[in-house]
């Protein structure tokens, strides 16, 4: 998990909020997962104008091939909601969704996605693939991609440089 604090307060219906404030409470998540030597990516899902889940990347500390940050963030959303359907909710990730974690807010019916960077080698929302608006699916999901698209490619930029330069990735 996580020590990220997030703000408890409900928003109030007159107070503008773009998707740029959550993308910058993903991007600590993500910085976090690069000072962990995880991935940097990081996912927040809000319900109701208020952060309900947070995670980053963690396949490296787990050794799980499936803990993805949105994957982690889906399943704190569901406890915290106690329901599998988060039909209230929207997620914000740094990076555009790969297909598992496309699947998996598909599955949990989340209507709303925002990313930062593209994904030209696993992108399955808008890069590669195009899943979350399938029509041949029984869900879609309204995708805003770009989101801070800089900033978000920049800590993954960093982290690989870093890590060539280690010899390693």
């Known amino acids: 998990m996580t020590d990220f604090e997030f703000d408890d307060e409900p928003l109030d219906n007159w107070m503008p909020i773009g998707p740029e404030h959550w993308m910058r409470q993903a991007l600590v998540l993500a910085q976090q997962a690069a000072e962990e030597d995880e991935v940097p990516v990081g996912a927040i899902i809000v319900h109701q104008g208020r952060v309900i889940a947070g995670a980053y990347n963690q396949r490296e500390q787990l050794a799980d091939p499936t803990a993805h940050a ?56 808008h890069s590669l ?34 890590k060539r330069k280690m010899g390693k990735k």
């Not at 496309?102 to 930062?116: C, D, E, F, N, W």
């Not at 699916?137 to 993954?156: D, F, K, P, Q, S």
């Open 70 to 125: 949105e994957m982690i963030a889906i399943t704190q959303a569901a406890s915290q909601l106690n329901s599998w359907r988060l039909i209230d909710c929207e997620l914000y990730v740094t990076l555009e969704p790969c297909p598992m974690c496309a699947g998996a807010i598909l599955q949990s019916r989340i209507p709303k996605v925002v990313y930062g960077a593209v994904d030209p080698k696993a992108g399955a929302v």
């Open 129 to 162: 693939y195009q899943l979350l608006g399938d029509e041949r699916l029984n869900h879609r999901c309204e995708v805003i991609g770009g989101v801070m698209a800089a900033a978000c490619g920049r800590v993954l930029t960093e982290f690989f440089e870093r």
